[in-house]
């Protein structure tokens, strides 16, 4: 017996059809071009646009980061009055060969560490953070043998 997706019937599509793609990860920044400089210098994103001071898009390999400032619609206080800010604990993971070059290369730049290398059987971690405490994960699988 095969059965069909189920959808809500005011719905005239299955939520997959209605969905166009992914658009991107949003991070608050309080200061947009600040963020991509420290984006496109440390981690290699490509800029692909900008309205400063307000938005920028970057974007790395399939991976698009939409940097929002203070002035950004998508910045906005919410209707309780909560104000969106930058920081918490999701973050986007970057997986990268040497973790610990990064590592020496990112101190020796001054960058901000949120913890030290973690290691577990998956890999090894660390996170950094941007100029505005959003994290970011460096993940370094483990070698298979």
Request: proline share 8%.
């Given at each position: 017996m095969t059965s069909t997706p189920q959808h809500n019937t005011r719905d005239s599509a299955p939520k997959q059809d209605r969905i166009a793609t992914f658009h991107g990860v949003?991070?608050?920044v309080a200061d947009v071009a600040r963020s991509?400089?420290?984006y496109t210098t440390h981690l290699g994103f490509n800029l692909v646009h900008q309205q400063l001071?307000?938005?920028a898009s970057i974007s790395l390999?399939?991976?698009t980061l939409l940097?929002?400032?203070p002035e950004?619609?998508?910045s906005r206080p919410m209707p309780d009055g909560r104000r969106q800010e930058p920081g918490g604990w999701n973050r986007i993971v970057l997986q990268v060969k040497e973790l610990p070059e990064w590592i020496?290369?990112?101190r020796d730049a001054g960058l901000t560490f949120r913890n030290e290398?973690?290691?577990g059987p998956g890999g090894r971690q660390i996170q950094i953070l941007d100029p505005d405490g959003n994290p970011i994960e460096l993940f370094e699988p483990a070698q298979r043998k």
């Amino acid at each position: 017996m095969t059965s069909t997706p189920q959808h809500n019937t005011r719905d005239s599509a299955p939520k997959q059809d209605r969905i166009a793609t992914f658009h991107g990860v949003r991070y608050q920044v309080a200061d947009v071009a600040r963020s991509v400089e420290f984006y496109t210098t440390h981690l290699g994103f490509n800029l692909v646009h900008q309205q400063l001071p307000a938005f920028a898009s970057i974007s790395l390999d399939d991976l698009t980061l939409l940097l929002s400032g203070p002035e950004a619609s998508g910045s906005r206080p919410m209707p309780d009055g909560r104000r969106q800010e930058p920081g918490g604990w999701n973050r986007i993971v970057l997986q990268v060969k040497e973790l610990p070059e990064w590592i020496a290369e990112f101190r020796d730049a001054g960058l901000t560490f949120r913890n030290e290398m973690e290691v577990g059987p998956g890999g090894r971690q660390i996170q950094i953070l941007d100029p505005d405490g959003n994290p970011i994960e460096l993940f370094e699988p483990a070698q298979r043998k």
